[in-house]
């Protein structure tokens, strides 16, 4: 059974076939559980070294709120979301955004289109990373009632940058690898660590 739907085989120039693909939490094509006209925060990060992720939903626009952890407010006051069709997050990159529900009785994706990096880069081609489906337990003729209000932002002045700026460091993130893996503050890292935590 073909679990990720990896479109064309063809994207660009790239002359070799894809040696990955994008998971979301480490799974291959989940179903996402949300309701009609439900907005639900998402902070999404490529966590790939090498592949560009063109996100895109089926069924409605992303809310984009922040690029890199970067609140679009902090730029410019009066832009605090932006409404697009797709957003490119390169290796490494990060997005939030507000994402919508479809509509009762239709059928949402989340999917990466294809990117072309040119004959010498790597392939990326288009596919479905998610399912967005109903939540178990709720009618389909449920439909949340749209939240239009604006997300809560607060722009800080210079002064209170500068006095958390000279506040004393609060921790400090060390990383090092080695040929037995990469460590946080000494300790080594894996998918199920509590180290955010401590």
């Not at 697009?84 to 059928?107: D, Y």
């Not at 994706?109 to 990373?129: Q, S, V």
């Not at 800080?156 to 503050?185: C, M, W």
Request: proline share 9%; charged share 20%.
């Amino acid at each position: 059974m073909n679990i990720v739907d990896m479109g064309p085989k063809a994207c660009g120039d790239e002359n070799e076939p894809p040696e990955r693909v994008f998971t979301v939490n480490g799974q291959l094509r989940p179903d996402i559980a949300i309701a009609p006209g439900e907005r639900q925060f998402w902070r999404i990060a490529n966590a790939s070294p090498d592949l560009y992720a063109d996100l895109e939903l089926s069924s409605s626009e992303l809310e984009v709120v922040a690029l890199d952890g970067m609140p679009l407010a902090f730029h410019d006051p009066m832009i605090r979301t932006l409404h697009m069709k797709h957003v490119l997050v390169p290796p490494g990159g990060r997005l939030e955004a507000i994402v919508t529900g479809p509509a009762n009785g239709s059928h949402g994706t989340l999917r990466t289109r294809c990117f072309d990096t040119g004959k010498d880069g790597d392939p990326n081609l288009a596919m479905t990373l998610a399912n967005l489906s109903l939540p178990q337990g709720i009618e389909p003729a449920h439909e949340l009632p749209a939240n239009n209000g604006r997300p809560v932002f607060r722009v800080l002045s210079k002064n209170d940058l500068r006095a958390i700026e000279q506040r004393p460091v609060q921790f400090t993130a060390v990383f090092t690898e080695d040929k037995h893996g990469f460590y946080i503050n000494q300790q080594r890292f894996a998918m199920n660590s509590s180290l955010c935590s401590q």
